[in-house]
């Protein structure tokens, strides 16, 4: 008789999106006559730069000729592309060799399907707050979940102590949601935890672009040992503006070895199986990324976006308003204001301001009374946010 | 301490591709006067047809501007695109809403996948000779294989009998390798068998596309009952050159329900989770397939690779050969003549003719003395290729 993986049955809804949706419809049917500012989902608003389209349309025509059409390629992408990943990282000062770098349709994916590599007894530390996605993964192979509380108290980058426990490690850093950044000794000692433990760390750094002080890490394999206990998973959706393009990519070390199987020799497994690679033309797009030119556009994209973060923590320093993030972050973490849940302030702020957020609550336990803002809108809507919450507050 | 998935430990290593590899770079060191044809891979050699090159760079023009940008769009695919597919579907005769279609970058990536919904101890029955990834998806979560034969008795199209057992039935038809294609009463009977023990088919219709005769089933949907038992898996690969574009789909049912839970919200959870749909400038490339220009593009290069198919099988016939498929199939399988194994009679294709195969033994066991011969190559090569063998057996 056939069975179905109960453990599916178990997972919560995945409601936070939704009931946003739902109360932002509501209040603009009562008041059609308001206009209403989008600081919630983290999307990117900014086009594609010049670099990725020329590339991109040159491989489009490519694909027209059958003198240079491209059929199946590598699964875990192109040469030309993992090589410019890896000096890439050789400019942070972090050596790899092309077959540690998997090309992929973006770090979602892979932060899902690494979980295959992974026996379903394994206990996994998760931070709270925490990117939902992460829980979810571990509980559709039934997976205990175990989690560390990041807080106002620790600024919401928890450290491993006597009592910390997991086999598999989750870290965002920069982080989603708060936008908190571990330094160089946070991410020592988890990397020496790991090492002590024969844990694996998933390093996720989807936003190490936003970085600007440079002396905090943007990959983990910065801090010595990593390459010995961390995949790192990566992606150009808000390097380069590629939510709607797809690709990412995921390192795993070639000496990374547990159970004395090689990681890196098993995720290619997974992937030559699983997965037939990412879409030429995308692949192309990713590559002019990486060029002299690409990275100046790309980084004129990101500046915008950090002036629209200024804003933000300018006008939550001037309201008095805790918060952190938003300097080496897209994402603005505040303390909801007169100790208001986080749905209270999100209905306050979408009734009160115009603006929809993302009510902390919905990222777990320890997001209950904070509230996430982003970076992603047009820099003019952020100015008129941050004068109606001024206004709102006055 | 942690676990790796042990699973992984156990597989075979894939070496058929491998193996031929060096065979035909040993060939070419040892004869670089000799020109070597390749029929082997099952890759398309033609470029992507005019209309979907448009589509694809219309839509990357769109990505470069801010008011015509698309940022994340839904995991499951657009509706622009799901409402072709449907339409598609329904010029078969098979209703289908777009709720039950799921875009994805393949049909690879959602066979592996689409495994996450079901228990590790389901019965797994695969026909032997199959598509490798077949088995090793699911020896990968240490599910037992069972097979069925397919054989020259049964023109490699097995039909289950009262002994047959399985959960999770794995049917390709057009067949890779054989090129073999269910009728409509062979599907029923599975479809009956799959609803009668609560079985689950995955249908592989990978090649619906190079079906002409009209009495054959394109889809497993045009069998009555098969909405009630099986997923169908369909790719742009072969019907529109797609193989390094990377789109397919795929079509859970509403009413597929085990275990109490619908398959198709499972499935819609486990996409949402762990993927984050297919990039819009090649959603809108596989948008232009569905459309009657793109038909008529996609079509034309169909019939080469038919017309291909036809010159070998006709050479086949005029040699005495056994074979099938290449008819409604872009694979032909062969009996290796003299009854020589697959891989003598790979040797004897590559140093008495300079062709390129696949020796069917590397598809399973009752491939041993067969050998799959495809029809994407250029015209040129096909007519060249069956002179050089025509003339080896004179």
């Known amino acids: 008789m056939l069975k179905i993986n109960e453990h599916y049955s178990g997972l919560k809804e995945s409601y936070l999106f939704t009931e ?42 490519e694909m027209g000729q059958a003198a240079t059409f491209h059929g199946y390629g590598p699964e875990q992408g192109y040469g030309f592309l993992r090589e410019k990943i890896c000096a890439y990282y050789a400019d942070m000062g972090v050596t790899l060799s092309p077959e540690e770098v998997f090309v992929s349709d973006g770090a979602k ?13 394994n206990r996994v530390l998760i931070p709270d ?6 829980v979810d993964t571990n509980r559709m192979a ?36 708060t936008g908190a950044v571990y ?33 905090l890490p943007r990959s983990i394999y910065q801090i010595p040992g990593a390459a010995d206990c961390a995949i790192e998973f990566c992606s150009l959706s808000k390097t380069a503006g590629f939510t709607g393009t797809r690709c990412g990519y995921t390192v795993v070390p ?14 290619l497994r997974r992937q030559t199986t699983k997965f037939n690679g990412v879409s030429y033309v995308v692949q192309r797009g990713a590559e002019a990324v990486f060029t002299p030119e690409g990275q100046t556009q790309v980084r004129a994209n990101i500046d915008i976006y950090r002036r629209n973060a200024a804003i933000i923590t300018e006008a939550l320093t001037r309201l008095g308003i805790w918060h952190i993030g938003g300097v080496n972050s897209p994402y603005i973490w505040l303390k909801c204001p007169g ?18 957020g993302t009510p902390g609550a919905g990222f777990g336990n320890n997001g209950e009374g904070f509230f996430r803002l982003t970076a992603f809108s047009s820099t003019d809507n952020t100015r008129a946010a941050m004068k109606r919450l001024e206004d709102m507050d006055e």
């Open 20 to 61: 946003i949706g739902h109360r932002v419809a509501r209040f603009t049917a009562e008041h059609p006559e308001r206009s209403v500012i989008r600081m919630g989902i983290g999307d990117v608003t900014l086009p594609l730069c010049p670099a990725v389209t020329q590339a991109m349309a040159g491989a489009v025509a």
């Open 109 to 121: 994916s892979d932060l899902g399907n690494m979980l295959d590599l992974f026996a379903e007894d």
């Open 129 to 134: 707050p925490v990117y939902p996605a992460y």
């Open 142 to 177: 039934g997976r205990p979940v175990l989690y560390i509380n990041a807080t106002e108290e620790n600024r919401f980058l928890p450290l491993p102590d006597g009592d910390t426990q997991g086999d598999i490690i989750y870290i965002c850093s920069p982080n989603n949601p």
């Open 183 to 215: 330094d160089r000794a946070g991410l020592q000692k988890w990397v020496d935890f790991a090492r002590e433990r024969g844990a694996v760390i998933f390093f996720d750094a989807a936003y190490e672009s936003f970085i600007s002080d440079p002396t």
């Open 254 to 267: 070639a000496g990374l070895v547990r159970g004395g199987m090689s990681l890196n020799k098993m995720w």
């Open 339 to 356: 100790g208001l849940s986080s749905w209270d302030y999100f209905d306050r702020l979408l009734t009160g301001a115009g603006i929809v």
